[in-house]
């Protein structure tokens, strides 16, 4: 793949144009200069709801460039698709439906409330609302609880999905999952108790902070046993919420209805304002920018921002209608350990040296558009973040030290460089531009990179497959990564803990396995004192830098379109600044 990307120089060219505009609409106000737009002013749904409304009807129209991960709840890691469930799936607890940081107050959903917990922190106990249903009716109980959850022991057919859950009430591993289950209404994980229809008791086996958090995932929700279809679930998931799914093709789009027999009685959260809600997966990101412009669709199911095109008509024409949103993912390259010759960790530095942090931030929008560059592990709103910066990534203002690269290059034993393989996504925008910019960038000092584009829906079972990974000689990974839960342990354990490495679905995708790393992670989650668990985390972003382990280089911040006729938009810090979707309706 060519090394000098006219694509590429458009991109960077594009950022600087968004920059001065953003700059410009940030003092100017909420309506556009030219008065093509009424709308309700740039950024003005990152800390107030937009267009107040209860009005229910009409039809909400999503378009992305990327299908979701998976539509059964044990098997998605995709946080638009976490947001997006909500509309068929239930949970015992959720995040409360408030602009920024208020959501990220545990609510109750499924339960009356958040739990009941003992005095030694190791028994959760719920009670159920009344009134809850299945789509066909009938009620849901404790029991589909518990058994939605088991679902995730299921590994060889349920992959995909986060394993907290799993870590926590088993993590000897001793439950073989449902579909192995010999007892006869295969319910026979101990540590999940169901002494009736309306009450379920969680028993840890050791404390848990964050155990809550795990619930209001959606490897938490409940499943209905008679209508598990193991992994063909995903296909048609039976709904617990308001909507259900009339129809779904993968890859191409995904239509809900109203599920008439859910009771607004039995559920605070919900709206349910539109009738019906409609999801066109397109791969053609410019033509959907333009048509999410021209009211064909109200908003990007994906939530990553537009593309370079995109962000300049949107902010010069329609800047009433635009975010400017700071999300809490980090964009970042994974090294692969057990690719060589990164398994020496000067040849992981060399890479770091040789980046041109300041270029991957311009291909990605610039500073105002696509984020500042990143020299921690964590997201800046994360426990564990700190400004170390011991390859001079800030001092140098994200421009590469080529001296350093080649004498780390020396000390690994490759004086002229070496050539591996990275992946990036084709359909999450400015991806695989930014790959191709690091290729030229590396290139530079004898790193040769050869960019492999991949499906991200596929990503699970590419990226996140070890064999996969071995066999097509990938040494590199670039993606991103947010939040699981606003805690150290839900942002970096399944990035970085050496026990959540999986044959599918696996995130820890440098295949980092540091004893320290993982007592550090026992230790944090162990305390009960805040100040003690976030000097942990940062003790652990200093080793996993120190290491070269994985290669954070930019803190996203996004361009994203909001339809003037949707009601009820707001941006969520429980969902890496996405949109709310359950709370959204539209005004005809």
């Known amino acids: 793949m060519s090394t000098a990307s006219p694509k590429r120089r458009l991109a960077a060219g594009a950022a600087l144009v968004v920059a001065a505009l953003v700059t410009t609409t940030a003092c100017g106000g909420g309506d556009s200069d030219n008065g093509k737009d009424e709308g309700a002013g740039y950024n003005a749904a990152l800390d107030k709801v937009v267009n107040a409304s209860t009005k229910k009807g009409g039809t909400l ?45 545990l609510v109750g959903d499924l339960a009356t409330g958040p739990a009941e917990v003992s005095g030694d922190g190791k028994t959760y106990t719920y009670k159920l609302r009344d009134g809850l249903t299945w789509e066909d009716g009938s009620a849901l109980t404790s029991k589909d609880i518990k058994y939605g959850i088991e679902r995730i022991w299921a590994t060889d057919t349920i992959t995909g999905g986060p394993a907290y859950i799993k870590q926590t009430l088993d993590p000897k591993g001793e439950y073989p999952g449902p579909y192995k289950d010999k007892s006869k209404d295969k319910l026979g994980l101990k540590a999940i108790e169901t002494p009736d229809d309306k009450t379920i008791v969680f028993k840890l086996p050791k404390p848990n902070g964050d155990f ?99 962000r300049v008509t949107a902010v010069q024409d329609h800047k009433a209608n635009v975010d400017n949103i700071q999300t809490s993912f980090v964009r970042y390259v994974a090294l692969v350990h057990t690719a060589k010759p990164f398994d020496n960790v000067n040849c992981r530095k060399a890479v770091f040296y040789a980046t041109d942090f300041a270029g991957l931030q311009q291909v990605r929008g610039g500073e105002v558009a696509g984020g500042e560059i990143a020299n921690s592990v964590f997201p800046k709103a994360i426990p564990g973040h700190t400004d170390y910066d011991p390859y001079g990534v800030l001092a140098r203002k994200g421009k590469p030290d080529v001296a350093k690269a080649k004498a780390a290059l020396k000390e690994c034993g490759k004086p002229g460089g070496f050539s591996t393989k990275i992946t990036a996504r084709n359909n999450n925008p400015g991806e695989v531009d930014a790959a191709e910019a690091l290729q030229e960038q590396l290139g530079k000092v004898g790193i040769k990179i050869e960019v492999d584009p991949i499906d991200g829906a596929q990503s699970s079972s590419i990226s996140g497959s070890p064999k996969v990974v071995k066999e097509r000689g990938y040494g590199m990974t670039m993606t991103g990564w947010g939040p699981d839960f606003p805690t150290g342990q839900g ?29 550090m992670f026992d230790d944090a989650i162990a305390s ?56 959204l309706g539209v005004t005809k």
């Open 61 to 105: 129209k999503f378009i992305g460039k990327q299908d979701f991960d998976s539509l059964d709840p044990q098997r998605t890691y995709y946080g638009m698709t976490w947001d997006f469930m909500r509309f068929f799936t239930r949970t015992l607890v959720t995040y409360d439906t408030k602009p920024g940081e208020a959501s990220n107050k």
């Open 212 to 310: 809550e958090q795990f619930l209001a995932m959606p490897t938490g929700a409940p499943v209905k046993q008679s209508k598990d279809t193991g992994a063909k679930y995903t296909n048609k998931p039976f709904s617990s919420g308001p909507y259900k799914v009339e129809s779904y093709k993968a890859g191409k789009g995904l239509t809900l209805v109203r599920n008439t027999n859910w009771k607004k009685s039995s559920d605070p959260i919900r709206p349910a304002l539109p009738d019906k809600i409609t999801v066109t997966i397109s791969a053609n990101l410019e033509e959907n920018d333009k048509r999410l412009m021209e009211g064909d669709y109200d908003l990007d199911v994906n939530g990553t921002g537009m593309t370079q095109s995109g």
């Open 528 to 583: 009960t004192d805040p100040a003690k668990s976030k000097a942990i985390y940062e003790n652990m972003n200093k080793r996993l830098i120190d290491n070269a382990d994985w290669m954070p280089f930019i803190y996203e911040k996004n361009i994203s379109w909001r339809s003037p006729r949707l009601t009820n938009v707001y941006s969520s810090a429980a969902y890496n600044g996405r949109y709310d979707y359950v709370m």
């Open 491 to 519: 942002y970096a354990q399944p990035l970085f803990d050496s026990r959540f490495i999986f044959p599918n679905g696996n995130y820890n995708e440098s295949q980092i396995k540091d004893p320290q790393i993982d007592k």
